[in-house]
């Protein structure tokens, strides 16, 4: 039994799926397939049922997912100690965002690449929900997201706060730049990010506090996608303030009548410990994006 195949099997386990597996783990399918089934082939056991909605754990399955989410663990608990004896100036550190903050961890992490290049750097986009999930089973270090909730097993250190403010076309009202009351948005079509986010659910309480729940024709976590729709007269969005920092579709903007709903960063890490490139690159993150 190797290492790499437990792994594989793991992913596809919790995946439910050999597609996003393999997604996960940077490999084809036929291949996370091949190693899956000589693991099955050796063990003398099917550990997945493989059906037409994707895959299930058998009672073999389901008791190897628990063993091999430890040994893993365990693996990297091991790499971190000889990363300790070495020092952190090698190795490697893999950074999960969601869609809405990935794009601002760009200048961080090419300014610790510049300052210790002997660390590769991964970064990979998550959604909310699959965060932790990458955290705790070692295929993440660090994650950079906004939270609805603090999930169990993880130490989350919040990094900034940033209000939200309204868009829409270039030749909308909104345009004129003047605060709004958030009820002034009441009828409008809205675009809002994916069910599960964060920003999805700071967005929806905020209408239902100003007395309605909002109509999403547009269920959109990417920055540059809401921007180009909401530019293109589709709808309004409430977004934060640095969405419209960089280049991108024009729009309107107004800002929102205090108490403005508010986007809160967060830096996620595993309670358990991470590795000196990890610890690392998580301090330059909490300056950079603090």
Do not use: K
Not at 139 to 165: H, I, K, Q, Y
């Amino acid at each position: 039994m190797e290492l790499r195949q437990l792994q594989y099997f793991a992913a596809v386990a919790r995946h439910r799926n050999f597609t996003r597996a393999a997604d996960e783990l940077y490999v084809t399918q036929s291949a996370l397939s091949q190693q899956v089934r000589r693991l099955e082939a050796e063990l003398g056991l099917e550990l997945l049922l493989r059906t037409t909605a994707g895959v299930e754990l058998t009672p073999a399955g389901a008791d190897l997912l628990r063993r091999a989410d430890v040994i893993t663990a365990e693996v990297e608990r091991a790499r971190a100690e000889m990363d300790e004896h070495a020092g952190a100036l090698r190795g490697a550190v893999r950074v999960a965002a969601a869609a809405a903050d990935a794009g601002r961890l760009a200048e961080a992490l090419a300014a610790f690449h510049r300052g210790h290049p002997g660390i590769r750097i991964a970064l990979r986009q998550a959604s909310a929900t699959e965060l932790a999930t990458l955290l705790r089973t070692g295929s993440a270090d660090v994650a950079v997201a906004a939270l609805s909730e603090e999930p169990p097993g993880m130490v989350v250190t919040p990094l900034a706060e940033e209000a939200l403010v309204a868009i829409a076309a270039p030749d909308d009202p909104l345009a004129r730049g003047e605060p709004i009351a958030l009820g002034d948005l009441r009828g409008r079509p809205f675009i809002v990010s994916e069910p599960g986010s964060a920003l999805r659910e700071t967005v929806m309480s905020a209408c239902a506090a100003a007395g309605f729940s909002p109509v999403p024709l547009f269920e959109v976590g990417d920055p540059a996608a809401v921007r180009s729709l909401a530019g293109a007269g589709l709808g309004v969005s409430l977004v934060p303030e640095t969405w419209l920092d960089g280049p991108g579709a024009a729009v309107g903007r107004a800002p929102l009548a205090e108490p403005a709903p508010r986007h809160h960063l967060s830096l996620i890490t595993p309670a358990s410990g991470t590795s000196p490139a990890a610890a690392l690159l998580r301090e330059q993150l909490r300056i950079a994006l603090g």
